[in-house]
């Protein structure tokens, strides 16, 4: 075999064999985690991750073993990391509000316009990449459209094709919109989990601060200010503020 030819061949069947490798794994983490060997399942989700096989199914499944096995913090951390990525599936949103419940802080969330919240709930139907899709179909349609309105002869079908390809370019735009701000949700973390038992949330950036109020492990807060190497500063979903130490969180 030629060398260029060899080297095709390899650039082609390489990214096969790993993919192949890595659903192999997967699914000897799955057949763990039914066999109820939960810390070897946990393992081996957590390998997965970090050779870059990321997925909300993996993250799901790594929520689920920690969960049985009582690691409630991790579990909360697992579930959070899949709902980014698949913020649609209402499996993890129930898996994750029923960890919530083990965890010793109950928020109530600061209410808000109940536009913001249906504006929120639309755009969470889908993740980035269902929102492209959509994108797509939607361009797709207004491509059909306007030439269903450029050809047609009948006054009823070039209606059609232009009001219909006015509101299919319409959608197109939101669909876009949506999935840059999933896009944004995704890089721009801002999102955290206490890890530690009892956290002294305190009043400035400093441990002789004075203590505001304290938090225990599971509670989610959101990261407002990281410019400081040792502390951040966080908001609850309460709507109150304060500076923990950047060892006792984790970005989700």
């Not at 060997?37 to 393992?43: L, P, R, S, T, V």
């Not at 096989?53 to 920690?66: I, M, P």
């Not at 649609?88 to 029923?98: S, V």
């Amino acid at each position: 075999m030629k060398r260029k030819s060899l080297i095709g061949f390899l650039l082609i069947i390489c990214p096969l064999f790993f993919s192949f490798a890595g659903a192999q794994t997967k699914t000897d983490a799955d057949s763990s985690y039914v066999q109820g060997n939960y810390q070897k399942a946990i393992e081996q989700y957590n390998a997965l991750l970090e050779n870059g096989y990321q997925s909300a199914d993996v993250y799901y499944n790594l929520g689920n073993a920690y969960y049985r096995s009582e690691e409630i913090t991790q579990a909360i951390l697992a579930y959070e990391r899949a709902l980014l990525l698949s913020p649609g599936d209402a499996d993890i949103r129930f898996n994750l509000q029923l960890a919530r419940t083990k965890t010793i802080d109950k928020m109530v969330p600061q209410s808000e316009f109940f536009v913001v919240t249906w504006y929120r709930s639309l755009v969470n139907q889908f993740s980035v990449d269902g929102w492209a899709y959509m994108a797509l179909m939607l361009l797709a349609a207004t491509i059909i459209l306007v030439l269903l309105y450029l050809f047609s002869s009948p006054v009823w079908l070039r209606k059609v094709g232009f009001f219909g390809g006015i509101l299919a370019l319409l959608l197109f735009g939101l669909a876009n919109l949506f999935a840059w701000q999933q896009k944004q949700t995704l890089t721009h973390r801002d999102g955290a989990i206490i890890i530690q038992s009892a956290v002294p949330v305190k009043s400035t950036p400093s441990a002789n601060g004075t203590d505001l109020f304290i938090l225990h492990e599971g509670t989610k807060v959101f990261v407002t200010d990281d410019t400081m190497q040792d502390w951040r500063e966080v908001r609850l979903p309460d709507g109150k503020v304060g500076w923990v130490e950047t060892t006792q969180i984790e970005v989700i």
